[in-house]
């Protein structure tokens, strides 16, 4: 597999890969490539003392939904069908392979929605992924991308209408946000992926108002990016990816701004913050992202060993490898899992979403 497996990083309890494609040696061929990718994270998950049943979180970006139905597979072939992990999947900018993944696991245990039955409130997973994954006692919520599948008939709402698509996909995030959190309050964020790159400014602002509608007042919206990708599954026009943390009980939860394009909630224990960067050379994407996470970090008097899951997405033109392990290496102590898009809204080069929890 490929040397890129070697590649991880300790951010708090959570350990991930970098972005892993295939050597050169398997390209080619989308079955091979995935077998091959799924073989570096066995070998990371291994060199870390874990397998497949401490995976949170797998990130699939593919060059193409044409090839999903042999990506999965042999994805299927090579992932536990019990208790599997949380997965998003999206076609993007990929060159010179089919597939990528990254992927989030834990020592510590965890909770895991699997539900494959047809009901009113959420849709079946049909797939080998699991709906949520939640570790115990800390509250960070790993879920799946969600489309706007209505529950009830697994029938796609609005198949040309991202309003409708959207209001769907919100529906399903707070059903499934319920069955894990009840009531507790959460601090979120999302990245909300989109076919069309001309709906990105749309699509965000949308994302944002039917996030805030579904998940009320008791949960509080940090920020949300578009992401501009080639094709979802089911060729659907939407995928949200949310990242949720529940709030500590009886804290003062505060909200702050860092230099205009970084947000944060926190309070003594927490911190849930996200950041945008224009477009610049890598040393000065590094520097804002190492800033970003120091004040990140003091704002919930936490540290990175107490840092639960760190993400960046970055556009085509600012992504490649070696910033890919640069980042899952470790930036201000923190180690990213970086996807790419082809753009972001704002015309930004990069979002960031960090969480930490004592």
Known sequence: ASENATICAQAGT?????????DEGAAGEVASE????LQGIEKFLSSNGMGWDNVLMVGAVLDSMSNFGSFNAAYVANVPKANPPA?????????????????WATEKPF?????QSMSEWSPPNIGPYAQAKQITGIGTLFMAGQIALEPSVMALVGPSDVRLQCKQICANIKNVTRAHNGNTPSAYAAVSCVTEETD?????ELSKTSLQMAL????????????HVTELPKYTLMEIVPTLQSIPSDTEVKEFQFGGSGKAVSCEGFVLATLKIEAEAEEGVVSKLENWVSQSLRAGSVQSTDVMFAQAYC???????????RAAEGIAGVGFGVIPAIALSGNHSHFAILVARR
């Open 14 to 22: 959570i350990k991930h890969s970098a972005f892993l494609v295939s």
């Open 34 to 37: 995935t077998a091959n990718v």
């Open 87 to 103: 997965r998003f999947c999206v076609a993007s900018a990929l060159t010179d392979r089919h597939v990528g993944m990254a992927v």
């Open 111 to 115: 909770s895991t929605m699997h539900v």
């Open 200 to 204: 990105l400014e749309m699509a965000e």
């Open 216 to 227: 009320d007042d008791c949960n509080i919206l940090v920020d949300v990016v578009a992401a």
């Open 315 to 325: 556009n085509a033109a600012s992504f490649d490898v070696d910033f890919a392990k």
